[in-house]
Nanobody, 124 residues
Framework: QLHLLESVGGSVQAGGSLRLSCVAS???????MCWFRQAPGKKRGGVAV????????SYSDAVKGRFTISQDNAKNTLYLQMNSLKPEDTAMYYC??????????????????WGQGTQVTVSS
């Protein structure tokens, strides 16, 4: 059983930056770690992932070049650095993990463990 605890999100103006973090416990290896997001009235979609296989990262086209996913294994923490934020990035963001994690584009049903979600709001 893996427990994921996300940091508090926040509200920023367009063009600003935020960093989300997700602490996993107990200490783990060999899990694909990712971020999903869900805006009101929309399906939950994959934002970025670090696959356990070779540490390969993938991003949605909507965030590529603006967001960076990374992890600090010593701290058991996953990060999502979000730069040049846009109003359309407003959503609830979820950290998720799975021993396999599928392939890109990742799907929610492929991930067994989930954080509680954290709200990110970007104003124009």
């Amino acid at each position: 059983q893996l427990h994921l605890l996300e940091s508090v999100g926040g509200s920023v103006q367009a063009g600003g930056s935020l960093r989300l973090s997700c602490v996993a416990s107990p200490r783990h290896t060999n899990y694909s770690m990712c971020w999903f997001r869900q805006a009101p009235g929309k399906k939950r979609g994959g934002v970025a992932v670090i696959f356990t296989r070779g540490g390969i990262t993938s991003y949605s086209d909507a965030v590529k070049g603006r967001f960076t996913i990374s992890q600090d294994n010593a701290k058991n923490t996953l990060y999502l650095q979000m730069n040049s934020l846009k109003p359309e990035d407003t959503a609830m963001y979820y950290c998720a993990a799975d021993m396999f994690g599928g392939s890109w584009p990742i799907q929610p049903h492929e991930y067994k463990y989930w954080g509680q979600g954290t709200q990110v709001t970007v104003s124009s």
